[in-house]
């Protein structure tokens, strides 16, 4: 009997990418499962309540999932929204995450989050949705990205906004009114404007 539960477990595990106890619950499972083939090697704990496929072959954005999977109310900006839409040069050690005006940081010490908090309207501004590993990620589109880069250019480099629009624009992966819309809601128009007409 172990050796199905095992088997569904590990099924379960490589279809989203980790699974959590309370994925197991859902499916009538008991989580000790999570713990007993964390102790045999099938299983490995990336953060607390979060265990990932010990064979299972690592994407290029593993860390952005298992953040996006722990902090589901986040919103990957910044860095590693650069990274995750091909823009620049960034390869960030930490996901950077949004979250909302009030909201404290998460809870998840092993994880490595760099979080950014946003105004309401910003916050809400600009959200894709993408799938890594069938795992659910909120990420800025594009132009928000680096409107965002704007606004935050004394944490991340005025380089890196520059950089972030030229690609962008390059890559045609934005319109300019795009760009003018969320560079209004992020208050940086007259910022980016300059930098903006000598480009295009």
């Avoid at 996006?68 to 950077?96: D, I, N």
């Avoid at 998460?106 to 309207?121: A, Y």
Wanted: aromatic fraction near 8%.
């Amino acid at each position: 009997m172990k050796s199905t539960i095992t088997e569904e477990v590990l099924k379960l595990a490589r279809a989203s990418g980790a699974v959590r106890p309370r994925d197991l619950e859902k499916q009538g499972i008991a989580r000790e499962y999570l713990y007993y083939l964390h102790k045999r090697g099938l299983l490995e704990r990336v953060a607390r309540g979060l265990y990932v496929p010990t064979d299972l072959e690592p994407s290029e954005h593993q860390t952005i999932a298992e953040v996006s999977k722990r902090v589901p109310e986040g919103v990957v900006c910044l860095l590693s929204a650069l990274e995750l839409h091909g823009l620049g040069t960034q390869l960030p050690h930490q996901v950077w995450l949004a979250i909302g005006p009030g909201k404290g940081r998460p809870q998840e010490p092993q994880l490595p989050i760099r979080i950014i908090h946003f105004s309401q309207e910003a916050f809400r501004a600009g959200i894709e949705e993408h799938n890594i590993e069938g795992i659910p990620i909120k990420v800025y589109s594009p132009a928000k990205t680096v409107a965002d880069c704007f606004k935050f250019r004394n944490k991340i480099g005025l380089d890196v906004a520059l950089e972030a629009l030229r690609e962008c624009l390059r890559q045609r992966r934005c319109t300019t009114d795009e760009l003018y819309r969320y560079a209004t809601i992020c208050r940086v128009w007259k910022v980016m404007r300059p930098y903006l007409e000598a480009l295009t």
